[in-house]
């Protein structure tokens, strides 16, 4: 089965503190992973794709086959990091068809 | 930057009655999207359209909800008779191609009593 696990739906780091945000997949094939973030009154919007594998926000995730993981890592988080954060998988149907975990609210305090 | 129009953006509504979501992607995109999220939960895909025609509708209940896109520009999505259960975010979402990058509108809040 198709699945994206956050394991944990809060957490609460201080400004400056490194941040991993976990994410885990199941999928018997090679899917595509994301990150979504929703801030404050704001739309959902994407962060970044693991094939891009670049940097946005000084935000970057890699993609682990074989743990079968994809997590959010910042060295140093800001204040303006808190919001919402959505793991999330397209599989190979070519549908474009996302399949979200529960989310992560990240609180970043000053 | 041009964004995907949803309307209304809160509907309260009794159980059993018909409720009618609407969305307007942008313009010129092809792929169109109706999620639906509970509360505490992740979006959860209802639809996908291609233009007009339909492409994925695995998880649309389809007793009581029914979406359409006339002319493969913008979208409705139907809800008849709505249930407590119903209750939730209905997030619409469109992109040039199913491989590109998502935009997501407001949402619609429908609360059903």
């Known amino acids: 089965a198709q699945r994206v696990t956050q394991p944990e739906k809060l957490l609460s780091v201080f400004k400056g503190a490194p941040v991993e945000l976990k994410c885990n997949y199941s999928?018997?094939?090679?899917?595509?992973l994301f990150w979504y973030v929703q801030y404050s009154r704001q739309r959902l919007q994407l962060l970044l794709r693991?094939?891009s594998r670049e940097s946005i926000k000084g935000f970057t995730a890699d993609l682990n086959k074989g743990e079968t993981s994809f997590h959010l890592k910042k060295p140093f988080a800001q204040e303006e990091d808190s919001a919402m954060y959505y793991c999330?998988?397209?599989?190979?149907?070519?549908?474009?068809?996302?399949?979200f975990g529960q989310g992560t609210t990240l609180q970043v305090k000053p | 930057e041009a964004e995907v129009a949803q309307s209304p953006r809160y509907k309260i509504t009794e159980k059993s009655q018909a409720v009618a979501f609407w969305c307007d992607p942008i313009?010129?995109?092809?792929?169109l999207y109706w999620y639906r999220q509970i509360l505490g939960q992740g979006p959860e895909l209802l639809v996908q359209?291609?233009?007009?025609?339909?492409?994925?509708d695995s998880q649309l209940p389809k007793d009581r909800f029914s979406a359409e896109r006339l002319k493969g520009v913008d979208s409705t999505l139907k809800i008849q008779p709505a249930e407590l259960g119903d209750s939730a975010m209905y997030l619409c979402?469109?992109?040039?191609?199913?491989?590109?990058?998502?935009?997501f509108g407001a949402g619609t809040r429908l609360s059903v009593l």
């Open positions: 979402a469109s992109s040039l191609a199913v491989d590109r990058k998502k935009y």
């Open positions: 999928y018997s094939g090679s899917p595509e």
């Open positions: 693991h094939i």
């Open positions: 999330a998988l397209s599989g190979s149907s070519n549908t474009g068809k996302l399949i």
């Open positions: 313009s010129g995109h092809a792929t």
């Open positions: 359209f291609q233009d007009e025609s339909v492409v994925d």
